[in-house]
């Protein structure tokens, strides 16, 4: 049984009389790429907030490495990276200029910010266009770029919130790859997307999340094998 590196219990975000996640629990094992599916709305990218120390969550518990969110949550900082849904790049910046500047902002100093940021921008297939800015960029590279500042600092934990929205296929597809290589390499990945096809693609276990509440969890095999043929039935029939 491989070890549980996120463990999630009765999580609850309410904002006044909406409650965006109504009693979510969920463990994530190390090494594993977990998705969390859901139409926009669903209390998606708030489960995420409040993992990763953004939000305060009003009840529950979450533990990351062994850290509790609510105890120590620097600790829980030092060993994530996220990569958020809206974009956090500053546009007259050159592409290794803003993954050096959240390289300092993350403690390092500058000679690892730009060892760190080529081999990121390496990984990304952007190395030859390190020095351009970020306002000449289309916006699949933009999505690139995020994800490169994401892992800065070599987070044990990657937050990916829905990463290719409105990309290029070239774009999705070197984050997919990225994904699996990264994953290779022990990194424990949650994912979040509307897109039921990439969960398939890369999700070892899928929670499928509507009006704030966890509906449905397994592997996107057993999930479609609870309705049909699984080699037939897609994601889409399951939600």
Do not use: W
């Not at 209390?43 to 009840?59: C, N, P, Q, W, Y």
């Not at 730009?114 to 916006?139: F, P, W």
């Not at 990225?178 to 022990?186: F, P, T, Y």
């Amino acid at each position: 049984m491989a070890d549980e590196f996120v463990i999630v219990k009765d999580l609850v975000k309410s904002f006044k009389d909406f409650k965006a996640v109504d009693g979510v629990s969920f463990s994530i094992f190390k090494g594993e790429v977990f998705g969390l599916l859901g139409p926009n709305g669903a209390g998606k990218t708030t489960t995420i907030r409040m993992l990763s120390t953004v939000l305060e969550a009003d009840s529950g518990d979450i533990t990351i490495g062994g850290h509790s969110v609510k105890k120590d949550a620097a600790a829980v900082r030092s060993i994530i990276g996220v990569c958020p849904q809206e974009l956090a790049l500053y546009d007259d910046l050159s592409a290794l200029d803003n993954m050096v500047f959240f390289g300092h902002m993350a403690g390092m100093d500058s000679k690892t910010a730009y060892t760190q940021a080529m081999k990121n921008l390496e990984l990304m297939g952007l190395e030859d266009r390190a020095k351009g800015k970020i306002s000449k960029y289309s916006g699949g590279m933009k999505r690139r770029i995020n994800l490169a500042i994401a892992l800065m600092g070599n987070p044990q934990l990657l937050f990916l919130d829905e990463p290719t929205v409105g990309i290029d296929p070239q774009s999705r597809n070197n984050i997919f790859e990225n994904i699996q290589s990264l994953q290779k390499q022990g990194l424990t990945v949650l994912y979040t997307t509307h897109y039921m096809e990439e969960a398939d693609k890369l999700c070892q276990r899928i929670a499928i999340m509507d009006g704030g509440k966890i509906i449905a969890m397994d592997t996107p095999h057993n999930l479609k094998k609870q309705i049909g043929n699984p080699d037939k039935v897609t994601l889409e029939d399951v939600s």
